[in-house]
């Protein structure tokens, strides 16, 4: 497995942008989807994007795509995630993960990830 350590998060006004940076240890970090999640106050976890072994291939959720981009460099063991136009609705704890599993429709759930990060919270502000 690999560990995970986030940083990046804070507060925003809607309309701006945050990077969320995810950085590995561990494990050989392009064997692994890296992945982010999301979870607000008395909702579920919920998949924001992910990212293939080779960063070639993205997936990200219908609430953020256009405002979203996730992306890896596998030489540093880190993958990132973009935020722009951000929204109040977007105000989350922040989780980043790294799973084995490919999910070729992008449709990820928590289940296909068993590393996480500690969460990092993410605060829009109307």
């Known amino acids: 497995q690999v560990q995970l350590v986030e940083s990046g998060g804070g507060l925003v006004q809607a309309g701006g942008s945050l990077r969320l940076s995810c950085a590995a240890s561990?494990?050989?970090?392009?064997?692994?989807?890296g992945g982010w999640f999301r979870q607000a106050p008395g909702n579920e976890r919920e998949f924001v994007a992910a990212?293939?072994?080779?960063?070639?291939?993205?997936s990200v959720a219908g609430s953020v795509k256009g405002r979203f981009i996730a992306s890896r460099d596998n030489a540093k063991n880190t993958f990132t995630l973009q935020m722009n136009s951000l929204k109040p609705e977007d105000t989350a704890n922040y989780y980043c993960?790294?799973?084995?599993?490919?999910?070729?429709?992008?449709?990820?759930?928590?289940?296909?990830?068993?590393?996480w990060g500690q969460g990092t919270q993410v605060t829009v502000s109307s």
């Open positions: 990212v293939s072994w080779s960063g070639e291939i993205t």
């Open positions: 993960a790294a799973g084995r599993k490919y999910v070729t429709n992008g449709h990820y759930s928590s289940r296909d990830f068993n590393s």
């Open positions: 561990g494990d050989t970090f392009s064997n692994y989807v």
